[in-house]
Each structure stands twice: as structure tokens, then as C-alpha cells.
């Protein structure tokens, strides 16, 4: 393009391009002085007759040997606009099928004779020109399923087998060893994890055992692993049935691993036992605590009354615990002024009858009060303890409805069976 001199802004001098159209002489656009038909439609002017008309054939045919080209224009050459170019929208369309677009902005492609995307697409007018309503390519979302990545999930490689032979056949031996009992909420522990030893303990934990789970028939399943020092399985006193876990203590490390390994294999959750319950309360206790807690005191005794239980040792303060309503709970707390004082009133007192005039006779305990810890601590027990036995009897019944399916109608089911039967009813 060659420059050219105008004075159209305001007597200054401006430069204008020059421009060539094939077959036609040079002409020159300056900003304000329309040449071209392009200029007309800013000083509204109506377009030219052949301004918009689309050019089908861009390259000749000699040129190209290996295919020709198609016309893929959805413009006919006969169009014509249906406004005037002055109220031609803007050519800048939305992006399609990016992250800030939404379906309504995504416009359909025809199908052309390439056949580039396989099969016939359907073409929706959905452009946000009205001029142009065939304009874009097409998105991801409107090609063929078989042009989409398949999203097949990896399959999941099954873990190998990493207990010895010798163990297996040991679990099978009779009687056999039963499968565990379901913990749907508590995943299983890696074998390597339920062999972490790190108090030389010989007594493991098992958990899984069906609710008829006696002390011998504990002490048969862990005898086929070595010689045991004691076995117990866990009874809930109200029931009389198993709670579902228990413990078998070994004379040796090597009986108890491979007791770990044997019941491991069958789904029960099992390792070596850890610190008791009593022992860490033991261990969160306060040496120097002088309040003593004292339970099931007469429910309309008060504090002076308390202390006055406790004669002739002197009460520094003394507190009853009452409800919302102001009716006692039945216990209190007692503070001395010394360790070997406590040590003395826990001696004397501790299970003896207490009574108010004309009430009934109350055997009172005293124990040191719990300390922040130890009341932590009770709370979680508490909860863990609520927590596995609802998913005990989760377990117990999904193991009763599998049993059910296995066996299907034929054969009869033995007292097990019978007792989970009366759980579901």
C-alpha cells in the first residue's frame, strides 16, 4: 500500500492506504472522504450492490491435483442482507464450549462434503448473531460419541497374597476358623501395620467373632498356632452372647504373629494389644488430688448433710449435682485437706449404708474425682465403644442376609443362624 496526502481532519494532513482489487484500478481510503463502498455505510449511505456478495471459488482447479475444493460456504450466491450494513452485528462470536461458555453459546455445523466428522451432525440455529445463523465450527461437545475419549475407570489391581501356605491350611484346620464378621464403617488394617509390636507383647486382639463366640471355642481357634497362656472372649453380661472381640495371649512372638496372620487372612481386625483402659486412667491420674467423688447418695440429700457423713474427718467443700429441675442426681463431691486423709475416708466409708430420717439405706462408693484427662479420655472410650457396637449388629445382620442368600432355601440353619434370625425379627 502506497501513502497518499489528504486534508480532510480539520486542514491537517493525513495518509491514506491504497488498495487493490484485482481487475479494477487503485483506489484510496482517507478517514472521512468515502471512496469505497466500505465508507458508505458510515455516513449511512446503502451498501453497494455486489459489496456482500461471497466469493464460492477461491483457488482455480488446475492448481490443486490431489482433491478439489468445495464451496462450504451456508451462504447461497444469490444472498443478500436482511439489514443494513450499519446495523451489521459484531463478527467477534463467543467462545465455544470453554470454561466460561454455557451450552446456549454453542453453535451448530452442517454437514459438508469432507465428511471430516464421520456422520451427519444436527445443525441448531443457537448463534447469538441473527445474521449468521450456520456460523462456527463444531465443539467437542457436538461430535460423534465414537470421536470421544472413552472414560473407562483403571481397573484395580488385586494385592497379592502375602500369607504363607503353611497359615492357610492351619485356618482350615478342624474345626475351621469362621470368616469375620463384617465392619462396614472400619476398613481393614495392611497385615504389616497389625504386626507393629512395639511393647513386646504376646496378647492379641481380635475383633470379628461371631456373637456365640465361647471361651473354648476361642481357645480351639488359637491353640493351632502355638501354645496359648490364656484366650478370653469378651460376654455382654445382658445377653450372654459374645461382643464380638476378644484376646489370646501367646507364650511366644511367633504364635502370636501367626495368629495375627491366620485371622488376618479372614477379615477380622487384629493385632497386639495396647495399653488398657484402666492403665491409661491410671496413668492420667493427679497425685496430689484431695476431692473424692462420691455416688449413689440419697437424691434429696444437700451439701451439709454430705459433709456431716464424713464425721469426724473435716469436708473443706462439698457440692451435690442436681438436674435442670433441681432433683439430685444422686452423687457429690467431697474435698480434704490432705492425700492421707482422702486415703482414711475411703477406707472407712467406701461401701457403707447411708440414710436420711424415714428414707431407705444407700450404699455409698468413694473414688478420687477425675481429672481432665481422665474425663477426656471416658468420654472417647465411651463413644468408640457406642460406635463398634452398632456396627457390630450392623455386621452381624448384613452376615445373616448374606448367609441367607448363599444357602438359599434348602438346609437348615444352625444356632447362629437361629439367634441372628431372632435379632432381625
Not at 477461491?58 to 451462504?75: I, Q
Not at 457429690?332 to 482422702?342: Q, T, Y
Not at 463413644?383 to 445382620?397: K, L
Amino acid at each position: 500500500m502506497s501513502p497518499v496526502q489528504s486534508t480532510d481532519f480539520g486542514n491537517t494532513t493525513g495518509i491514506g492506504q491504497q488498495y487493490f482489487v484485482p481487475g479494477q484500478p487503485p483506489q484510496y481510503y482517507v478517514p472521512g472522504n468515502p471512496v469505497m463502498a466500505g465508507g458508505q455505510a458510515a455516513n449511512g449511505m446503502s451498501p453497494s450492490p455486489a459489496m456482500y456478495t461471497p466469493i464460492g471459488q477461491l483457488f482455480p482447479h488446475g492448481n490443486y491435483s490431489h482433491y478439489n475444493p468445495v464451496d462450504n460456504s451456508p451462504l447461497g450466491p444469490n444472498w443478500t442482507p436482511r439489514m443494513a450494513s450499519g446495523e451489521m452485528p459484531t463478527l467477534i462470536a463467543p467462545r465455544r464450549d470453554s470454561l466460561s461458555s454455557n451450552e446456549n453459546d454453542l453453535p451448530g455445523t452442517p454437514y459438508t462434503t469432507y465428511n471430516t466428522y464421520g456422520g451427519t451432525v444436527a445443525v441448531v440455529d443457537r448463534s447469538p448473531s441473527a445474521s449468521y445463523g450456520h456460523n462456527g465450527t463444531p465443539s467437542p461437545s457436538q461430535m460423534p460419541q465414537q470421536f470421544l475419549v472413552p472414560s473407562t475407570p483403571k481397573p484395580i489391581e488385586a494385592q497379592p497374597n502375602t500369607v504363607p501356605i503353611h497359615i492357610q491350611m492351619l485356618v482350615a484346620q478342624d474345626p475351621a476358623i469362621p470368616r469375620a464378621i463384617p465392619a462396614p464403617n472400619s476398613p481393614i488394617k495392611p497385615l504389616d501395620r497389625c504386626l507393629e509390636n512395639r511393647t513386646g507383647e504376646t496378647n492379641v486382639y481380635i475383633r470379628g467373632l461371631a456373637p456365640e463366640t465361647t471361651d473354648d471355642m476361642l481357645f480351639s481357634y488359637g491353640i493351632r498356632f502355638g501354645d496359648i497362656k490364656s484366650s478370653k472372649s469378651i460376654i455382654d453380661l445382658k445377653t450372654n452372647q459374645c461382643k464380638g472381640f476378644g484376646f489370646i495371649k501367646y507364650h511366644n512372638f511367633e504364635n502370636a504373629e501367626n495368629c495375627i496372620r491366620g485371622f488376618h487372612f479372614l477379615g477380622y481386625e487384629t493385632s497386639f494389644a495396647r495399653e488398657s483402659f484402666y492403665a491409661k486412667l491410671k496413668k492420667f491420674a493427679d497425685d496430689n488430688n484431695c476431692n473424692l467423688y462420691v455416688s449413689n447418695i440419697p437424691k434429696n440429700m444437700n451439701e451439709h448433710e454430705l459433709a456431716t457423713i464424713f464425721t469426724p474427718f473435716k469436708v473443706c467443700s462439698s457440692r451435690v449435682l442436681r438436674d435442670m429441675n433441681g432433683v439430685g442426681r444422686g452423687v457429690g463431691f467431697a474435698r480434704f485437706s490432705s492425700r492421707d486423709e482422702c486415703e482414711e475416708v475411703i477406707k472407712k466409708f467406701n461401701n457403707t449404708p447411708v440414710s436420711k430420717p424415714g428414707g431407705e439405706e444407700h450404699l455409698i462408693q468413694i473414688r478420687y474425682s477425675d481429672t481432665y484427662e481422665q474425663k477426656t479420655l471416658k468420654q472417647q472410650t465411651a463413644a468408640a465403644r457406642s460406635f463398634r457396637a452398632a456396627e457390630f449388629e450392623a455386621g452381624v445382620r448384613q452376615a445373616r442376609l448374606s448367609a441367607q442368600r448363599y444357602r438359599g432355601d434348602s438346609g437348615s440353619a444352625n444356632e447362629f443362624e437361629n439367634h441372628l434370625a431372632r435379632d432381625v425379627a
